[in-house]
């Protein structure tokens, strides 16, 4: 195993590696607590970095707030903000080469797939910058006393809270669309990967945003809980697990805070009689476990008819068995290490669960016997699961899929629907048609026919227990505004004023 390639002192500048981003400078942490970042390939602390305490939080949030109540952003024309936007496209295109490295470094994602996914932090500015020139900020509607105006306001003071599995992405999709609404934001960076967003940071600096309109703080939960709760704080974007967002939107409720949730799922892809076996194997298998499952939207309930189980089994396991596990940094691998020690111990013990419940391994099952270092799990199926199973009903966050068998379209489509999560799901079949009507009957906010896609012009976001709100498109802009009718008198009665 080659040690991790990434150098952070000669990689990244001292403020990004030292201190906070707020009121447009790089300030020393009040706190003097820090954190280690682990190589998940290495077992390795590569960096310490400062980790805020409630102070660092209250600072951030004064900042947000004088440069929302006070400051020109909310007061500027959308179009005046989207060149803000796109300057910091730029910026951040011009680092990408080094936010994919920090993927690698920080989680162990293989570097091609971080490389493939970096550019969405581009695309989703890129987008809202060209959205917010058309979008109906403003818009008439008569009444019977005149007409009224509808002003779509920023939402106010953002507080964007993002996992640690894909910080780049996940931000990018949260801060295109509070930005282009004039809202001014506090990020709270995970404890795991605290780099990413302060990379951000630079690029926004880079832009000349105005001082305070973007705030960076690294932060554990206890200061998360903290922001949330802070009453000069108008809206949380969360993205993370079901159980903190739960927490999140109690807190949110006292307050009536706004709230948008994208939490967990357990996504199922329905293999319909018809689907050529070859066909779904190849779009499929790259989104049952990708990243090593360490993705909300991962296929990891696959259902296929009972008549064809066996085929399918064999043929899903020999592919996932050819997977190239190993060194996230090396180009031919395709499944790296998980993210942490406590992914790591958790994905063992649903594999353990998964056994004692009756399910068969197919392929993986084990922390493989070649490595001794990093948290490294073989990519794992198990068949002759049953929806009642443990391993068919919890989110397992890691390479763990789960091959179901069904009798018809409709116990497929039940199966499917038999969770309490509704994020994302697939059909595969010859009959696109038919894989549309399919579709349209699993209770999820994202589903595909014969394959997987998400675009920044489409909503993204959860059913049931997978969330609340949607993330980019429209709907994501929508998501930082506030409807505000304003109620104009006729022509006629605005004249006897004179
Ligand atoms: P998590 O819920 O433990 O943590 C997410 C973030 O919330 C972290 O920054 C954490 O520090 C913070 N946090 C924790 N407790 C908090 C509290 N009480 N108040 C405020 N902030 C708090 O999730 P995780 O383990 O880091 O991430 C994995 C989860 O994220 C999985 O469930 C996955 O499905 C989900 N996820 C969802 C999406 C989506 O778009 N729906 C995308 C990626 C990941």
Redesign the pocket.
């Known amino acids: 195993m080659t040690t991790s390639p990434f150098d952070p002192q000669s990689e990244l500048n001292e403020n990004v590696r030292s201190r906070f981003y707020i009121r447009g400078d790089w300030v020393l942490p009040n706190s003097t607590g820090t954190v280690s970042i682990v190589s998940p390939t290495t077992e390795q602390p590569f960096l310490s970095v400062p980790l805020a305490n409630h102070r660092d939080v209250d600072a951030a949030v004064l900042a947000a707030r004088k440069a929302f109540d006070t400051g020109p952003w909310p007061r500027m024309s959308a179009e005046e903000r989207s060149v803000y936007l796109r300057r910091m496209s730029t910026a951040i295109a011009s680092r990408l080469p080094l936010l994919s490295r920090l993927w690698t470094a920080e989680v162990g994602a293989p570097l091609w797939f971080a490389n493939m996914f970096t550019p969405t932090a581009t695309a989703m500015l890129d987008y809202y910058a060209e959205l917010s020139t058309s979008f109906a900020f403003e818009e008439r509607r008569s009444t019977r006393g005149g007409h009224a105006r509808i002003v779509r306001q920023p939402v106010g003071v953002t507080g964007l809270?993002?996992?640690?599995?894909?910080q780049l992405p996940?931000l990018a999709y949260k801060l295109g669309a509070a930005l282009a609404a004039g809202c001014t934001v506090v990020v709270?960076a995970?404890?795991e990967t605290p780099l990413d967003a302060l990379v951000v940071a630079e690029c926004a600096h880079e832009a000349g945003l105005p001082p305070g309109v973007l705030n960076v703080i690294t932060a554990?939960?206890d200061c998360?809980?903290y922001?949330?709760a802070k009453s000069e704080v108008d809206k949380i974007s969360?993205?993370?697990?079901?159980?903190?967002g739960k927490?999140?939107a109690k807190s949110c409720a006292e307050r009536t805070a706004r709230v948008t949730l994208?939490?967990?799922?357990k996504s199922a892809a329905i293999v319909l009689e018809d689907a050529g076996l070859e066909s779904t194997l190849a779009a499929l298998a790259p989104f049952t476990m990708p990243f090593s499952g360490q993705?909300?939207f991962a296929q990891t309930r696959i259902l296929v008819p009972r008549s064809r189980e066996r085929e399918f089994v064999e043929a899903y396991s020999a592919a996932i068995a050819a997977l190239k596990v190993g060194d996230p940094w090396e180009a031919t691998t395709q499944i790296g290490p998980l993210a942490n020690r406590r992914q790591f111990e958790r994905v063992l013990r649903y594999i353990d669960v998964g056994l004692s419940d009756g399910a068969q391994i197919t392929t993986g099952g084990t922390a493989g016997d070649h490595r001794d270092v990093g948290f490294f799990i073989e990519p794992t199926v198990f068949s002759g699961v049953t929806p009642a199973m443990t391993i068919a009903r919890e989110?397992i966050?890691g390479p763990v899929v789960a091959v179901m068998a069904y009798d018809d379209v409709n116990q497929a489509i039940a199966i499917a629907n038999d969770t309490d999560f509704g994020?994302s799901g697939s059909v595969f079949t010859n009959d696109v048609e038919r894989g549309y009507d399919v579709a349209r009957r699993i209770r999820a906010g994202n589903v595909s026919v014969n394959g997987l896609e998400m675009s920044p012009n489409v909503p993204?976001g959860?059913f049931k227990q997978?969330?609340i709100g949607r993330e980019g498109g429209p709907e994501g802009l929508s998501a930082f505004l506030e409807d505000q009718a304003i109620y104009m008198p006729s022509e006629l009665q605005s004249a006897k004023q004179v």
């Open positions: 809270i993002a996992p640690w599995n894909a996940i709270k995970p404890p554990d939960a998360g809980a922001l949330v969360f993205t993370g697990s079901t159980a903190t927490i999140i994208e939490l967990g799922g993705i909300c989110e966050f994020l993204f959860g997978s969330g």
